[in-house]
Protein backbone atom coordinates (compact mmCIF):
# COMPACT_ATOMS: atom_id res chain seq x y z
CA UNK A 1 0.00 0.00 0.00
CA UNK A 2 1.40 3.43 -0.76
CA UNK A 3 -0.91 4.98 1.73
CA UNK A 4 -1.53 9.06 1.15
CA UNK A 5 0.64 10.11 -1.74
CA UNK A 6 0.67 14.04 -2.96
CA UNK A 7 1.52 15.50 -6.27
CA UNK A 8 3.70 17.74 -6.53
CA UNK A 9 6.57 17.42 -4.05
CA UNK A 10 7.77 21.33 -4.70
CA UNK A 11 6.34 24.02 -6.80
CA UNK A 12 7.05 27.84 -7.18
CA UNK A 13 4.40 30.08 -8.84
CA UNK A 14 3.99 33.32 -9.27
CA UNK A 15 0.92 35.87 -8.06
CA UNK A 16 -2.22 35.21 -9.63
CA UNK A 17 -1.23 31.76 -11.27
CA UNK A 18 -3.49 29.15 -10.62
CA UNK A 19 -2.51 24.91 -9.84
CA UNK A 20 -3.73 21.98 -8.57
CA UNK A 21 -2.87 19.89 -5.67
CA UNK A 22 -3.55 16.20 -6.02
CA UNK A 23 -3.98 13.97 -2.84
CA UNK A 24 -4.76 10.18 -3.37
CA UNK A 25 -5.20 7.52 -0.75
CA UNK A 26 -5.94 3.75 -1.30
CA UNK A 27 -7.07 2.68 2.69
CA UNK A 28 -10.74 3.06 1.01
CA UNK A 29 -10.83 6.13 3.84
CA UNK A 30 -14.46 8.13 3.87
CA UNK A 31 -12.61 11.19 5.50
CA UNK A 32 -10.24 13.24 3.66
CA UNK A 33 -8.79 16.54 4.87
CA UNK A 34 -6.29 19.11 3.58
CA UNK A 35 -3.76 21.62 5.76
CA UNK A 36 -1.25 23.84 5.74
CA UNK A 37 1.23 24.42 8.27
CA UNK A 38 3.13 27.23 8.77
CA UNK A 39 5.97 28.09 11.35
CA UNK A 40 4.88 28.34 14.58
CA UNK A 41 1.20 27.90 13.48
CA UNK A 42 0.57 24.10 13.40
CA UNK A 43 -1.49 22.46 11.13
CA UNK A 44 -4.93 24.62 10.26
CA UNK A 45 -7.77 22.69 8.33
CA UNK A 46 -8.65 24.28 5.22
CA UNK A 47 -11.32 21.95 3.72
CA UNK A 48 -12.13 18.27 4.16
CA UNK A 49 -14.33 15.59 3.12
CA UNK A 50 -16.46 13.08 4.68
CA UNK A 51 -17.53 11.10 1.44
CA UNK A 52 -17.24 11.19 -2.43
CA UNK A 53 -18.96 13.95 -3.73
CA UNK A 54 -19.06 16.28 -0.48
CA UNK A 55 -16.84 18.85 0.94
CA UNK A 56 -16.80 20.99 3.37
CA UNK A 57 -14.69 24.76 4.53
CA UNK A 58 -12.15 24.37 7.59
CA UNK A 59 -10.78 26.87 9.61
CA UNK A 60 -8.58 28.35 6.77
CA UNK A 61 -10.68 28.06 3.23
CA UNK A 62 -10.35 31.61 1.91
CA UNK A 63 -8.58 31.77 -1.75
CA UNK A 64 -8.96 27.49 -1.96
CA UNK A 65 -11.58 25.41 -3.65
CA UNK A 66 -11.62 21.28 -3.42
CA UNK A 67 -13.17 18.60 -5.55
CA UNK A 68 -13.60 14.95 -4.38
CA UNK A 69 -14.91 13.26 -7.62
CA UNK A 70 -13.92 9.73 -6.53
CA UNK A 71 -12.91 8.60 -3.23
CA UNK A 72 -9.62 7.80 -3.18
CA UNK A 73 -8.40 11.81 -4.50
CA UNK A 74 -8.92 15.05 -2.90
CA UNK A 75 -7.78 17.81 -5.04
CA UNK A 76 -7.40 21.25 -3.43
CA UNK A 77 -6.95 23.92 -5.97
CA UNK A 78 -5.49 27.90 -6.15
CA UNK A 79 -7.32 29.72 -8.53
CA UNK A 80 -5.07 33.17 -8.07
CA UNK A 81 -2.10 32.39 -5.99
CA UNK A 82 -1.17 34.91 -3.22
CA UNK A 83 1.92 35.19 -1.66
CA UNK A 84 0.34 34.61 1.67
CA UNK A 85 -0.56 31.07 0.36
CA UNK A 86 3.30 29.99 0.84
CA UNK A 87 3.15 26.87 3.10
CA UNK A 88 3.54 23.48 3.23
CA UNK A 89 -0.07 21.68 1.96
CA UNK A 90 -0.72 18.18 3.65
CA UNK A 91 -3.31 15.93 2.72
CA UNK A 92 -4.79 13.28 5.35
CA UNK A 93 -7.26 10.85 5.75
CA UNK A 94 -9.17 8.60 7.72
CA UNK A 95 -11.67 6.00 8.70
CA UNK A 96 -15.45 7.61 9.43
CA UNK A 97 -15.44 5.80 12.95
CA UNK A 98 -15.18 8.17 16.02
CA UNK A 99 -11.50 8.74 16.66
CA UNK A 100 -10.05 7.52 13.76
CA UNK A 101 -6.18 8.40 13.18
CA UNK A 102 -5.33 10.07 10.26
CA UNK A 103 -2.50 9.18 8.19
CA UNK A 104 -0.97 12.18 6.25
CA UNK A 105 0.63 11.86 2.92
CA UNK A 106 4.59 13.72 2.83
CA UNK A 107 3.21 17.22 1.82
CA UNK A 108 3.57 19.55 -0.59
CA UNK A 109 5.97 22.89 -0.13
CA UNK A 110 4.73 25.86 -2.16
CA UNK A 111 6.24 28.84 -2.84
CA UNK A 112 4.64 32.34 -4.16
CA UNK A 113 6.45 35.12 -4.79
CA UNK B 1 -14.69 24.35 21.14
CA UNK B 2 -11.62 22.49 21.33
CA UNK B 3 -8.21 23.85 21.79
CA UNK B 4 -4.68 21.99 22.41
CA UNK B 5 -1.69 24.04 23.97
CA UNK B 6 2.41 22.74 23.78
CA UNK B 7 3.93 25.54 25.82
CA UNK B 8 6.92 24.31 24.98
CA UNK B 9 8.40 25.44 21.41
CA UNK B 10 11.76 23.69 21.74
CA UNK B 11 13.44 21.61 24.02
CA UNK B 12 16.81 20.24 23.97
CA UNK B 13 18.14 17.00 26.09
CA UNK B 14 21.07 14.86 25.60
CA UNK B 15 21.10 11.22 24.25
CA UNK B 16 19.98 9.20 27.14
CA UNK B 17 17.98 11.25 28.86
CA UNK B 18 14.48 11.36 29.85
CA UNK B 19 12.02 13.29 28.24
CA UNK B 20 8.68 15.05 28.52
CA UNK B 21 6.63 16.97 26.16
CA UNK B 22 3.36 18.85 27.60
CA UNK B 23 0.19 19.18 26.03
CA UNK B 24 -3.27 20.54 27.50
CA UNK B 25 -6.60 20.17 25.55
CA UNK B 26 -9.40 22.03 26.64
CA UNK B 27 -12.82 20.07 25.06
CA UNK B 28 -16.36 19.91 27.33
CA UNK B 29 -16.59 15.84 26.96
CA UNK B 30 -14.18 13.18 26.97
CA UNK B 31 -11.81 13.87 24.24
CA UNK B 32 -9.53 11.44 22.19
CA UNK B 33 -6.29 12.61 22.44
CA UNK B 34 -3.43 11.96 20.14
CA UNK B 35 0.85 12.36 19.83
CA UNK B 36 2.02 12.77 16.24
CA UNK B 37 5.69 13.11 14.97
CA UNK B 38 7.17 15.07 12.50
CA UNK B 39 10.49 13.95 10.91
CA UNK B 40 12.01 17.22 9.18
CA UNK B 41 10.59 17.14 5.47
CA UNK B 42 8.41 14.09 5.99
CA UNK B 43 4.42 14.31 6.91
CA UNK B 44 3.20 13.70 10.49
CA UNK B 45 3.05 9.83 11.98
CA UNK B 46 0.91 8.74 14.80
CA UNK B 47 3.14 7.69 17.41
CA UNK B 48 0.30 7.31 20.11
CA UNK B 49 -3.52 7.67 20.96
CA UNK B 50 -5.98 7.93 23.64
CA UNK B 51 -10.07 6.82 23.07
CA UNK B 52 -10.88 5.58 26.74
CA UNK B 53 -9.90 3.22 29.56
CA UNK B 54 -6.18 2.84 30.34
CA UNK B 55 -4.76 6.16 30.92
CA UNK B 56 -1.37 5.38 30.49
CA UNK B 57 -1.45 4.83 26.54
CA UNK B 58 1.97 2.97 24.80
CA UNK B 59 2.86 4.03 21.50
CA UNK B 60 5.55 3.53 18.95
CA UNK B 61 9.29 3.77 18.94
CA UNK B 62 9.11 3.70 22.62
CA UNK B 63 7.03 6.82 23.92
CA UNK B 64 4.06 6.95 26.27
CA UNK B 65 1.86 8.87 27.31
CA UNK B 66 -0.99 9.57 30.25
CA UNK B 67 -4.05 11.40 30.15
CA UNK B 68 -5.05 13.23 33.66
CA UNK B 69 -8.59 14.54 33.54
CA UNK B 70 -8.22 16.80 36.43
CA UNK B 71 -5.07 18.19 34.88
CA UNK B 72 -6.35 18.09 30.99
CA UNK B 73 -3.13 17.26 30.38
CA UNK B 74 -2.11 14.09 28.08
CA UNK B 75 1.92 14.60 28.07
CA UNK B 76 4.05 12.25 25.80
CA UNK B 77 7.10 10.26 27.91
CA UNK B 78 10.31 8.47 27.09
CA UNK B 79 12.76 6.91 29.61
CA UNK B 80 15.22 7.41 27.62
CA UNK B 81 15.92 9.63 24.30
CA UNK B 82 17.57 8.73 21.23
CA UNK B 83 19.17 11.15 18.47
CA UNK B 84 16.90 9.62 16.01
CA UNK B 85 13.64 11.03 18.12
CA UNK B 86 14.88 14.54 16.88
CA UNK B 87 11.45 15.70 15.13
CA UNK B 88 8.87 17.81 15.94
CA UNK B 89 5.72 16.59 17.88
CA UNK B 90 2.74 17.37 17.96
CA UNK B 91 -0.65 16.92 20.28
CA UNK B 92 -3.93 16.72 18.97
CA UNK B 93 -7.26 16.90 20.04
CA UNK B 94 -10.54 15.19 18.66
CA UNK B 95 -13.83 15.60 18.69
CA UNK B 96 -16.37 12.49 20.01
CA UNK B 97 -18.67 12.87 17.55
CA UNK B 98 -19.26 14.49 13.93
CA UNK B 99 -16.76 14.03 11.18
CA UNK B 100 -13.35 13.53 12.82
CA UNK B 101 -12.54 17.06 13.84
CA UNK B 102 -8.78 17.14 15.25
CA UNK B 103 -7.34 20.01 16.62
CA UNK B 104 -3.60 20.47 16.39
CA UNK B 105 -1.27 21.89 18.48
CA UNK B 106 1.58 24.34 17.47
CA UNK B 107 3.95 21.84 18.18
CA UNK B 108 7.09 21.28 19.81
CA UNK B 109 10.85 20.66 18.41
CA UNK B 110 12.82 18.82 20.21
CA UNK B 111 16.68 18.34 19.75
CA UNK B 112 18.75 15.69 21.11
CA UNK B 113 22.76 16.10 22.23
CA UNK B 114 24.88 13.90 22.21
Known amino acids: NAGVTQTPKFRVLKTGQSMTLLCAQDMNHEYMYWYRQDPGMGLRLIHY???????AKGEVPDGYNVSRLKKQNFLLGLESAAPSQTSVYFCASSYSKKGGEQFFGPGTRLTVL | AQSVTQPDIHITVSEGASLELRCNYS??????LFWYVQSPGQGLQLLLK??????LVQGIKGFEAEFKRSQSSFNLRKPSVHWSDAAEYFCAVGASGGYQKVTFGTGTKLQVIP
Open chain 2, 50 to 55: YFSGDT
Open chain 2, 27 to 32: YGATPY
Open chain 1, 49 to 55: SVGEGTT
